[in-house]
């Protein structure tokens, strides 16, 4: 399409040819005439002085390069936009395929796609508009809200809620049993069953083979808009605020509360019974031994405020030159 109606739909401001025609997006290192690139990060900001390609999407302040741009606040989510129409998603029409197993008294609402060997149980609610890829799995009496998208394979167990919009990814598993076990006096393992729920707010997404654990009393929460990345564990009876991020292969472990807008990068711990606040972000590898006030950026393991982690750390590299001045002075 023309450059500046691309401008248009994507919120940004055309600067240079608006008649050139756009034919696909991609990154800024491989682009070429006719393809949209962008610049979020300053340091590929050299990149954006020798690219051959067609336009690039910008900051308003960016400076005056060769290549026409699209200047806009936030160009980051306007390539998103943009690959949105150049890739749109496919499009699954309502109907039920002949493979589908569905008891006669789950609930399906209008316009919802069941695809082969999917299984809806007794009780189960399918809000409208929903699409259930092959062999997704609707245990009894779970509910779907409007809209809902489940991945091939994956699982929402008995009685859990979603919301409107959620995006179940490839092998992702709402409601599994929570790790709840008693020690009897033969020194064995009785198992506590997980009498709860897991709850998902309305646009929350769980990537591929993430586990949100059901509670053995009460429920576990994952609010709106939260983002659950692959490969992650939300142990029994824990919360997670809105907006909040679970990156890669994160652990929660049994009741800890995490609040809204928080980021926990990849591979970082939470000890249960936590509290973690609002806003706080606890940077990859870190793990976090106990509560967090609100507003926190911290690191390491045991994760503590992360600009004095940054001096411990540059210190700790330096240990066997200090040590040999000390006994040098001693």
Not at 46 to 52: E, G, H, L, N, S
Not at 171 to 193: L, N, R
Not at 224 to 243: P, R
Request: proline residues 5%; charged residues 15%; aromatic residues 6%.
């Amino acid at each position: 399409m023309k450059l500046a109606e691309l401008g248009r739909l994507v919120g940004a401001t055309c600067h240079g040819d608006g008649d050139q025609e756009i034919t696909g997006v991609e990154g800024i290192e491989k682009a070429g005439p006719g393809q949209l690139t962008f610049v979020a990060n300053p340091k590929y900001t050299p990149f954006a002085r020798t690219t051959k390609a067609g336009a690039v999407l910008v900051t308003e302040e960016f400076e005056p390069i060769t290549a026409a741009t699209l200047r806009t606040a936030n160009p980051y989510l306007a390539f998103a936009r943009a690959i949105d129409i150049f890739h749109p998603a496919p499009v699954y029409p309502p109907g039920i395929h002949p493979t589908a197993v569905i008891d006669p008294s789950a609930t399906v609402g209008e316009d919802v796609h069941i695809g082969a060997y999917v299984v809806v149980d007794a009780g189960a609610v399918i809000g409208r508009g929903s699409t259930l890829l092959p062999h997704v799995v609707i245990y009894p009496k779970a509910q779907l809200g409007e809209y809902c998208f489940a991945h091939a394979h994956a699982v929402v167990r008995e009685s859990c809620r979603l919301g409107n919009g959620v995006i179940l990814q490839n092998g992702a598993v709402v409601g599994s049993d929570g790790y709840g076990f008693a020690k009897q006096d033969d020194g064995t393992w009785y198992k506590i069953t997980q009498a709860g729920a897991a709850v998902l707010g309305d646009r929350v997404e769980v990537q591929a083979n993430s586990c949100i654990d059901r509670a053995s009393v009460g429920n576990t929460e994952i609010a709106a808009g939260a983002k659950i990345d692959n490969l992650v564990q939300v142990g029994h009876g824990s919360t997670v605020g809105e907006n909040t991020l679970l990156c890669s292969q994160v652990g929660l472990a049994g009741s800890s509360h995490v609040g809204k807008n928080v980021v926990l990068a990849g591979q970082v711990g939470v000890v249960g019974h936590s509290f973690i606040g609002d806003g706080v972000v606890v940077t990859a590898q870190s793990g976090v031994p106990g509560d967090v006030a609100p507003g926190s950026v911290i690191s390491g393991s045991p994760a503590f405020e992360h600009r004095r982690w940054m001096r411990s750390v540059a210190a700790f590299s330096r240990l066997p030159e200090l040590v040999k001045q000390i006994h040098k002075k001693s």
